[in-house]
């Protein structure tokens, strides 16, 4: 039994224990307040210092920065269309790329528009630098209409880019002038052959990407393709999307250009011999990539139609992501992940 002195010390200790197990939690959040990023409520830091805690949603392995919706051509399907002239300020764009490295991000792609357009091409030229010689990714590469490339481009960016995709629908004219990608004077395939020239003689890898619609869908492209020999073909089902290509307030109306999954199966099998092809279905392409938009706002396409988060610029990677709708799964079951780092690849055409 006690003492009264001793019943006194316990009771004291009872009631000390009492009030700080009721002042802990929040002297413990006022310490993680006064650190930046960890305070309730606000969003990580924008500085990859979330990396050590329990990563949420997906890695952003492979980006698709669409930077600029502008573009010289009007093809009448284009999902990716010109609803505004917004392109972020080089500083901006550079730090968005740091954020996304942080995160993860081993590939990215530039994309538009036009990607040449903005600039003339020196805008994509120094982020292609920026990506490869500051953060080091192991892949960058661009997909542009190949209109607007100059020599000059590849003798000072060429070194920093791993793969150059083109887009090709067809090698004839007048299909080209029904999508909205008429050459006027100019030869669709020699300039196709001029690019894959620079591609050979600066050091990257040349790729050909062509979306299947309406009028391409006969098309016997197995002669030029395999004459051009590109490291890869990705051939792509024309996809409607709400609000860009369809729809009462979109740019477009590429209804006329759909095509059934049987025609498109066809057009697949006609070329079944060609090694390099890669299909797309709309039901693998819709979901499987991580788009940024020119204000770097994931889009999710989920719903149809392209529906903005908020920009990584503002809230980080981490809480941008969850708003993507990205399939992660459906990424790396369409093949994805591939060699796409030139010092990995055989360049051999
Ligand atoms: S070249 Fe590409 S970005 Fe330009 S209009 Fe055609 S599909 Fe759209």
Redesign the pocket.
Known sequence: MLSPPGRLLRLLLAALAALWSRLAPSGLWLCQARRPGLARGRAPRADGDGAARRRRGPVPLSVNYHFTRR?N???G??F??ARTSFVLPLEEAERGLRLLKAAGMEKINFS???PFLHQRGEFVGKLVQFCKQELKLPSVSIVS?GSMIKERWFKHYGKYLDILAV?CDSFCEEVNVLI??GQGKRNHVENLQKLKKWCQNYGVAFKINSVINRFNVEEDMNEQITALNPVRWKVFQCLLIEGENTGEDALREAERFVISDEEFERFLQRHKDVSCLVPECNQKMRNSYLILDEYMRFLNCVNGRKEPSRSILDVGVEDAIQFSGFDEKMFFKRGGKYIWSKADMALEW
């Open positions: 573009c051509y009007t093809c399907f284009c990716h269309t538009g528009g036009e209409n887009s909205g990608r």
